[in-house]
């Protein structure tokens, strides 16, 4: 985990997403928070790392998201060297067992 990003605003952003019971919550509680650019960008990226979990090159990531490349590098560093959020999420997603 990122001590740099640890604190109690963070914290309490975090147990607010926690609260939230499905997916039209999740909509209402992104749109008011987030400008739709970012949300699309945060949406992009998860699509990346699932994508390269499926061990997808880049031409065929970029050429089904539209990332660019230094996007892909970018979640590729934090999909291998990270702190395996995003194959915990992906796992939970996928119905499987967590990594």
Known sequence: ???KMKDPAADFLFQA???LENVEECYRFFEDLCTVPEIK???QRLAVARMLDQNCVYSDITAKTGA????????????RYGCDGFSLALR???GGSEP
């Open 1 to 3: 985990m990122n001590s």
């Open 92 to 94: 939970r997603l996928e």
């Open 41 to 43: 960008a945060m949406s």
């Open 17 to 19: 997403i926690l609260s």
């Open 68 to 79: 660019s490349s230094a996007t892909i590098s970018r979640v590729n560093r934090a999909y």
